[in-house]
């Protein structure tokens, strides 16, 4: 199984402190060596510009093999993706005007070619179980629905690993 992980999903690792959770860092850090965990450049560029602990950063650092450029397939997929005019709204408007980083139609093109499931925390309705999708946002895991891409959580993600604590 290969996880495309998102920049929110990343950024929330950086609540499982490296020098308590070490089995979790020494499971992700397993699942890159086996190249089941991988993301996007775009999610790397994000981690780069936004508020993330020097812990996830350093290790984002250390792994930059596993944020790939995106593929032709994948820029393919992209294009399809933004077909959906509801889902052009995946850009913001800052977004558009600033010129910073996207990495959410990449990290879902990224999961589409590679036959992956995206970790995202992004999207979600909490406090139901299971997570179910906010309905007409144009956010990843409604995205992944249209498309029928696996997506799932963090929490999913480790239970999906057998990660008990």
């Not at 490296?18 to 060596?33: A, N, Y």
């Not at 936004?50 to 944020?67: C, Y």
């Not at 997929?77 to 977004?95: D, R, T, Y």
Request: with cysteine; charged share 20%; glycine share 6%.
């Amino acid at each position: 199984m290969i996880y495309v992980f998102d920049t929110s999903s990343l950024r929330s690792l950086q609540h499982f402190y490296p020098r308590v959770f070490k089995s979790i860092w020494d499971g992700l850090e397993k699942l890159v060596e086996q190249n089941c965990l991988i993301s996007t450049r775009e999610v790397f560029n994000e981690l780069d510009r936004q508020a993330v602990s020097a812990e996830v950063l350093k290790w984002a650092n250390n792994h930059k093999a596993l944020f790939t450029t995106p593929t032709s397939p994948e820029l393919q997929f992209v294009v399809e993706i933004f077909k959906i005019k509801h889902f052009q709204g995946l850009i913001g408007a800052q977004q558009r005007l600033k010129g910073t980083p996207v990495a959410d139609p990449f990290v879902i093109a990224c999961a589409r070619i590679n036959k992956g499931t995206v970790v995202t925390e992004e999207g979600w309705q909490y406090g139901s179980k299971p997570l179910t999708l906010k309905p007409n946002a144009a956010k990843i895991p409604n995205v992944c629905a249209h498309f029928k891409i696996p997506c799932i959580g963090l929490e999913e993600f480790m239970h999906q690993q057998g990660w008990a604590f």
